[in-house]
C-alpha cells in the first residue's frame, strides 16, 4: 500500500516537473516572437519613414521647380520689356537728333533768308557807277532793309540811356567825373542786341563812377 502510494505521488510530481519545463519553453517562444515582432515593426517603421522623407524632398523639389519656372518666366518679361523700352529710347533719341537738326536747318534757312535782300543790295551798290552821294544812299538803303530783318527777328538793340546794366552791358573803360551820375554810361563802342531776354551780344560802354 505503502509502495503504490509512493509511485503515485512520484508519478505526479514527475508530471509537474515536465509541465513546467513546458511552460518555460513556451514562454522562450512567446518571448523569442515578440522581439522578432518588435523588430519587425521597427524595421517597417524605419522603412515607411524612409518613404515619407523621400516623398516629402520630392514634394519640395517639385515646389522649388515650379518656384524656379515662375522666376524665369519673370526673368524673361522683364528681359523684353527692357529691350523693348532700349529699342523704343535709342529710336527716340535718334529721332530727337533729327528732329532738333531740322529745327536748326529751318531756323538758320528763315534767318539768313532775311539777310539775302541785303545781300543783293550791297553787290549791286559796288558794281554801281556813279559818285559818293549815290553810294552813300545806296548804302543807307541797304542798312535800313537790313534793321527791317532784324526786326522781322524780333532782334532789337540794347538800350544804354538807363545807365550801365551788367546784364546787358560790357563796361571797357571807367572814368572818374563829377560831370556824370554813377554808373552813367556816357560813350558806347559797339552796340548790342538781343532777342527776347537772350542776349546776343553785349553793348561795349564807357561807365562814370
Known sequence: ????????????????????DDMNNTDNVVENET????????????????????????????????ELKKINNILSTVQEKHLRLTAEYDNYRKRTVKEKENIYTDSCA?????????????????EAEGNIDELK?????????????????????????GGFDPN???????????????NEIIE???KGYRRGEKVLRYSMVKVAN
Open 1 to 20: 500500500m505503502e509502495n503504490r502510494v509512493d509511485e503515485k505521488k512520484e508519478h505526479k510530481e514527475e508530471n509537474i516537473i515536465n509541465e513546467t
Open 35 to 66: 522581439e522578432d515582432e518588435i523588430v519587425e515593426e521597427v524595421e517597417h517603421d524605419e522603412e515607411v519613414n524612409k518613404e515619407n522623407e523621400v516623398q516629402k524632398l520630392k514634394d519640395e523639389n517639385r515646389t522649388l521647380k515650379d
Open 110 to 126: 528763315d534767318v539768313l533768308k532775311e539777310f539775302l535782300p541785303v545781300l543783293d543790295n550791297l553787290e549791286r551798290a559796288v
Open 137 to 161: 544812299k545806296g548804302v543807307e538803303m541797304t542798312l535800313k532793309q537790313f534793321y527791317s530783318a532784324l526786326e522781322k527777328l524780333n532782334v532789337e538793340e540794347i538800350p544804354t540811356e
Open 168 to 182: 546787358i552791358h560790357n563796361a571797357v573803360m571807367h572814368i572818374e567825373s563829377k560831370e556824370f551820375g554813377n
Open 188 to 190: 558806347v563802342f559797339q
